[in-house]
């Protein structure tokens, strides 16, 4: 999947655990309560995603852009808190 366009997706609850989502453009998508456990995120557009409840847990957020997305916490990223 990695360098795919899913913006606007709704994959809330979607079990994506080790995903290659390089480069992947998930702008505006709804992750809610998703699993992204292990899953390769480096560089992916995530900017005003929902992400609330989603796990996270070992996923690689290396230069991923989550500006004004929704953290799993439900706070927004960069009102002091990161994702």
Excluded at 1 to 7: K, Q
Excluded at 20 to 47: K, P, Q, R
């Amino acid at each position: 999947l990695s360098h795919t366009d899913l913006s606007n997706t709704d994959l809330s609850n979607a079990n994506l655990t080790g995903v290659d989502l390089v480069g992947v453009n998930l702008s505006n998508a709804n992750l809610t309560d998703a699993n992204l456990t292990d899953a390769n995120l480096s560089g992916a557009n995530l900017s005003n995603a929902n992400l609330s409840g989603t796990n996270l847990s070992d996923a690689d957020l290396i230069y991923a852009n989550l500006s004004g997305a929704t953290c799993p916490n439900g706070q927004k990223h960069g009102s002091g808190g990161n994702c």
